[in-house]
């Protein structure tokens, strides 16, 4: 089957328009929906040129504290040869529309819908739009923990179309991810895949972990437990979840369920407080 992603167009809301909507924050998650993504949300970054973006989670003390999500927006001839400001920055781009001319070290690639990118620290690239239409993406940011002993990841071009999903067990297929990052390879210290759920699915239990979590509706809806709360979910909404945070989910149709997500993985947990200087001593 053939994949669809969700692409926010902004604009802005009539006067006529009702003031409830479904955005929630709490001390254990946050519901931002489509809705909420208009014009007068955007943001934009030094040296990219037509180019605005939705930041859709943020480091933040006591809630999730390891990564930022944006969706970003490149008109025709818009982009960056001055992408990542940061060089302690580990990124993933993936592509919902348009074409993406991602440029590393030297060589060029073109990332379609779909189209997969892990970029490491340290990583020299560019990235510009020379179609006709408007370019959108994920990019996920997130510094990279260094581990003596363990080299640093290199450059990953990929295609959630050219890879087969991984069934959970003992779910004839139902509930199915798609990795670009092998799990046993533990240089990386986050993973962004693609969870699909067919209609009936479920996720069947209350995970509690310690991973935090950016979920981006891709497809379809679903009814999402989170926290203490049954949440109602469809494309374009954004889910993201502190460390902890209690979730299960059941897909009710009549299409598939799919999202975008983002965990912590493959690192001791700090014993420090952010900021916080050793103060051991001896006895």
């Not at 809630?63 to 969706?71: D, G, K, P, R």
């Not at 400001?85 to 819908?113: C, M, N, W």
């Not at 509690?208 to 909404?237: C, F, I, P, S």
Request: with cysteine.
């Amino acid at each position: 089957m053939s994949s669809k992603y969700f692409v926010p167009s902004g604009g802005h809301p009539g006067q006529e328009q009702l003031l409830t909507d479904r955005a929630v924050f709490t001390n254990a998650y946050a519901v931002i929906p489509k809705g909420a993504m208009q014009d007068i949300v955007t943001s934009f970054l030094p040296f990219w040129e037509k180019t605005r973006l939705w930041v859709l989670s943020r480091p933040l003390s006591g809630f999730a504290e390891t990564f930022s999500q944006y969706i970003v927006e490149v008109a025709p001839g818009g982009g960056s040869d001055r992408t990542e400001t940061d060089s302690s920055a580990e990124a993933v781009i993936f592509v919902v529309e348009g074409t993406a001319s991602l440029t590393i070290i030297g060589r060029q690639h073109e990332l379609q819908p779909g189209g997969y990118a892990y970029l490491p620290p340290r990583t020299e690239w560019t990235l510009h739009n020379k179609g006709q239409k408007n370019l959108s993406f994920h990019w996920i940011r997130k510094y990279y923990e260094e581990v003596d002993g363990l080299e640093t990841p290199e450059v990953l071009i990929a295609n959630e179309n050219d890879i087969a999903p991984t069934a959970m067990p003992g779910t004839d297929g139902k509930w199915a991810t798609t990795r670009f990052v092998d799990p046993k390879d533990l240089r990386h210290d986050m993973h962004v895949t693609i969870v699909t759920l067919e209609p009936g699915a479920v996720i069947p239990f209350a995970e509690t972990h310690v991973m935090e979590h950016g979920l981006y509706v891709l497809e379809g809806k679903a009814v999402y437990r989170l926290n203490q709360d049954w949440v109602e979910v469809e494309a374009g909404d954004y889910m993201w979840l502190r460390a902890f945070c209690p979730q299960a989910c059941y897909a009710g149709g009549p299409g598939r369920f799919r999202y975008l997500l983002y965990k912590d993985v493959n690192r001791h947990m700090s014993l420090r407080a952010p900021g916080q200087v050793s103060a051991r001593k001896t006895l």
